[in-house]
Antibody
Framework: QLQLQESGPGLVKPSETLSLTCTVSGASISSSTYYWGWFRQPPGNGLEWIGSLSSGGTTYYTPSLESRVTISVEKSKNQFSLRLTSVTAADTAVYYC????????????????WGQGTLVTVSS | DIQMTQSPSSLSASVGDRVTVTCRAGQTISSYLNWYQQKPGKAPKLLIFAASSLQSGVPSRFTGSGSGTDFTLTISSLQPEDFATYYCQQSYSNPYTFGQGTKLEIK
């Protein structure tokens, strides 16, 4: 059974870098069938897609965060990571990782399953 | 960015009711529309992908329909465990965007 688990500091100071890791179990992160994604949800608010990573290492990001975000893969550990630089209080959120399945024929592109999420607070 | 607009924002209903949530995209997204259920303190759970395909393990009382710009999620007979917040998401183009959510509450 595929499971994802986020990990990383729960508190980050303003202007510093937020770093999170998603550990995948039950499937190989190297599988060409899958992509892997990051999301966030500020407390009491809706969901925001941050970016995705293909098994081959291709990344694509939401334009509003593209200048500050990096998603990378650690195949030997079956993990992928999120780095967000120059954080502010607006980056306080629960961060989720998820597997992405994307096919052109038939057409679908969805995220499932998701990790349980980890709360990151930006505060001095 | 493609704006996704859900309605209603909140809904009160009783066990056994049939409920429908609608989602409108700001431009055509073909069938690249997913529905997620989220309970407090939990991660989103995929219910429907590609507008109308039921994810494995999801009860058949959940159905999705639509294409282009207008989509619906219908729950045929509400069960106690269905009270949650529901989000639509377009996965047609970057950035993937969500509706603002529909909170389904017990009447």
């Amino acid at each position: 059974q595929l499971q994802l688990q986020e990990s990383g500091p729960g508190l980050v100071k303003p202007s510093e870098t937020l770093s999170l890791t998603c550990t995948v179990s039950g499937a190989s992160i190297s599988s060409s069938t899958y992509y892997w994604g990051w999301f966030r949800q500020p407390p009491g608010n809706g969901l925001e897609w941050i970016g995705s990573l293909s098994s081959g290492g291709t990344t694509y990001y939401t334009p509003s965060l593209e200048s500050r975000v990096t998603i990378s893969v650690e195949k030997s550990k079956n993990q992928f990571s999120l780095r967000l630089t120059s954080v502010t209080a607006a980056d306080t959120a629960v961060y989720y990782c998820a597997r992405q399945r994307w096919e052109l024929l038939p057409e679908y592109n969805y995220f499932d399953p998701w990790g349980q999420g980890t709360l990151v607070t930006v505060s001095s | 960015d493609i704006q996704m607009t859900q309605s209603p924002s909140s809904l009160s209903a009783s066990v056994g009711d049939r409920v429908t949530v609608t989602c409108r995209a700001g431009q055509t997204i073909s069938s690249y529309l997913n529905w997620y259920q989220q309970k407090p303190g939990k991660a989103p759970k995929l219910l429907i992908f590609a507008a109308s395909s039921l994810q494995s393990g999801v009860p058949s009382r959940f159905t999705g329909s639509g294409s282009g710009t207008d989509f619906t999620l219908t729950i045929s007979s509400l069960q106690p465990e269905d009270f949650a917040t529901y989000y639509c998401q377009q996965s047609y183009s970057n950035p993937y965007t969500f509706g603002q959510g529909t909170k389904l509450e017990i009447k």
